[in-house]
């Protein structure tokens, strides 16, 4: 089977693979979880079959068969060694390489690189003469949620392309699919969770997140009326992932911001409309702007670092949003 993009990605597939020409290199960016890396994916498939029908790799000739065996010799994947880790910069060197030789199919070379953003400083700066001089018949798809990490003198030698957040009606019926055991009303709930990203909500129903959210805001609604302290709370929290737990926060603060202008609150957080309701009447703005730097900072601080006290971490960011309530 041809690898493809997602149907709400369709508009610009067709765009992309209409162009009589394409750029030496593309940046693939958008929520997480909408299906870039599978648009990229399939891009790269395109571009290496020798004889794409209907705008799409055959899935049957010779480039098609290695790529879907992962031996296509024409064909880079960069990612970093371990998930969260940096790219370095000996990745990029081998891509470097890569880029020099001579196609060993006859065809096409594609390399594509994902999350662009981990790359570190020296892994960029080596990419950055590759952009400089590109190859000829040699594609460079790079794909990443943060585009605005990138080098803006990397950014600036790809051609951008966003790629859409579905409908809510094209998400709900592919998270459908892909978890049939869901309900209506969980799907909707997985999906607000992501933002609206599908993929996301389908990760996050790996991870069970809805049962966990729920035993989280309780646990936040007895922080606050002091029946469990902030230790208690963060070592109930020991095995829910770090980055939700912070991204709800994010989400819940960007609400009470929102609320205090008059805004109104988020979908996702409907199971915190009380406890947001109140805490939008009773903190002054000042604070409030103060913790969200604190959160932002600490967000960036501690996502994928390997030593971590986690439970004091967490103790500490408890603390802090309880004290938000003293703070008038
Ligand atoms: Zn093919």
Partial sequence: MPEVAFPWHAEVWSQLTGQPQHAHAYLFSGLPGVGKRRFANAFAAFLLCEQPAQAMACGRCRSCLLREAGTHPDLLL?????????????????????????????????????????MNQNAANALLKSLEEPTANTYLLLVTDHPGRLLATVRSRCRAQKLPTPGQEAALAWLGEAAPEL????????LHMAGGAPLRAAA??????????????????????????????????????????????CSWTLDLLKLQTGAVAHAANADMDVVLGYMAR???????????????????MTLGKANLNRALFLESMLLEWKQLLKKR
């Fill in 78 to 118: 960069v990612a970093p060694e371990e998930e969260g880790k940096a790219i370095r910069v000996d990745a990029i060197r081998h891509l470097v390489d890569f880029m020099g030789q001579t196609s060993q199919q006859g065809g096409s070379k594609v390399i594509v690189l994902h999350p662009a953003e981990a």
């Fill in 183 to 190: 309900s209506a009303e969980q799907r909707l709930t997985l």
């Fill in 204 to 249: 996050l129903h790996e991870v069970d997140a809805v049962q966990l959210r729920a035993g989280v805001v309780e646990a936040v609604k007895a922080l606050l009326k002091d029946k469990q302290s902030a230790s208690q709370v963060a070592e109930s929290w020991a095995k829910i992932p770090l980055e939700l737990l912070i991204d709800w926060f």
């Fill in 282 to 300: 009773h903190v002054a703005a000042q604070p409030l702007m103060e913790w969200q730097d604190w959160l932002l900072a600490h967000r960036s």
